[in-house]
């Protein structure tokens, strides 16, 4: 079982950015595909990034690609979110996530991982 805290969430205004953290309890190491999913008041969770094992192979959603970034530190089981440029419609609540398999493609629009953190919200005003 993996288990997964956020944290780095909070409230900012338009343009600016923040970084958020997802610690693994486990010694998941390089053994996980980490990602990122987040859901707004009223809509569906959506995914957000997601990173190889390796950390070779991050991908995107097109809402975010080229705002944000996502890395890992396999030593520290951390995967980290960079967001920058953050738009009023980026609120939601931050959902890190774990998963033995990494997916290429548009795989995560539809299915989710395997293993979820409790989430992290994030507030941008505009």
């Known amino acids: 079982q993996v288990q997964l805290v956020e944290s780095g969430g909070g409230l900012v205004q338009a343009g600016a950015s923040l970084r958020l953290s997802c610690v693994a309890s486990?010694?998941?190491?390089?053994?996980?595909?980490m990602g990122w999913f987040r859901q707004a008041p009223g809509k569906e969770r959506e995914f957000v990034a997601v990173?190889?094992?390796?950390?070779?192979?991050?991908q995107y959603a097109n809402s975010v690609k080229g705002r944000f970034f996502i890395s890992r530190d396999n030593p520290e089981d951390t995967v980290y979110l960079q967001m920058n440029d953050l738009k009023p419609e980026d609120t939601a609540v931050y959902y890190c996530?774990?998963?033995?398999?990494?997916?290429?493609?548009?795989?995560?629009?539809?299915?989710?991982?395997?293993?979820w953190g409790r989430g992290t919200l994030v507030t941008v005003s505009s």
């Open positions: 996530a774990a998963d033995q398999y990494f997916h290429t493609g548009t795989y995560y629009y539809t299915n989710g991982m395997n293993y």
């Open positions: 486990t010694r998941t190491g390089s053994g996980y595909a």
């Open positions: 990173i190889s094992r390796s950390g070779s192979t991050p």
